[in-house]
């Protein structure tokens, strides 16, 4: 009985670390929409589902989360 309780538990940590790892993925923009990002703020500003809308597969909050952690000035 206590061996299927540790395999339980230990699939959940495989999961949730899993999760993090698709969560931190999907911050890794290639060269080509960091430099549509940059283009788009410098035209639209802090329109960020304006600028979701021209990269296939982003939303605005992966676009302005990217955006923060890069060029953040409250340093």
């Not at 309780?5 to 290639?30: G, I």
């Not at 060269?31 to 982003?58: H, K």
Request: proline share 1%.
């Amino acid at each position: 009985m206590a061996d299927s309780d540790q395999s339980t538990t230990s699939n959940d940590a495989s999961a949730d670390s899993r999760e993090d790892v698709n969560e931190d993925s999907k911050l890794h923009f290639s060269e080509d929409e960091e430099i549509l990002i940059t283009r788009m703020f410098n035209l639209v500003g802090e329109r960020w589902s304006l600028i979701a809308g021209r990269i296939p597969g982003r939303t605005a909050k992966e676009i302005e989360k990217y955006w923060n952690s890069r060029y953040s000035t409250s340093q």
